[in-house]
């Protein structure tokens, strides 16, 4: 996602979501099992993760969508994925 995609998409929420703080680190990503092949970041539809020094990285949590898709594709089984804390996270209004 460019960088102007992700600042609009910032500044205009989706309709009918909302991201309520205080949810923990509910994805890790082990540096010991990461490879650096980015299959999370290919994956991750809000753009949550960067590559630095070799490894993938949490970026922010506040565009988790929280589909586990990260966690999914990981060939290398180097995240540890949770959904967050009652309450808090991705709240939908429908769906």
């Not at 509910?26 to 991750?44: E, W, Y």
């Not at 990285?57 to 586990?68: A, D, M, V």
């Not at 290398?76 to 709240?91: Q, V």
């Amino acid at each position: 996602m460019s960088e102007e995609i992700y600042k609009q998409a910032k500044e205009n929420p989706i309709y009918g979501c909302e991201w309520v703080p205080e949810t923990g680190d509910f994805i890790r990503v082990r540096s010991d099992l990461c490879t650096g092949c980015s299959a999370c970041i290919k994956a991750c539809f809000g753009n949550c993760f960067q590559l630095k020094d070799g490894k993938a990285r949490i970026k922010t949590y506040e565009t988790c969508c929280e589909c586990g898709a990260c966690w999914f594709v990981c060939p290398e089984n180097a995240i540890d994925f949770s959904w967050p804390k009652g309450g808090t996270g991705i709240i939908m209004e429908h769906g």
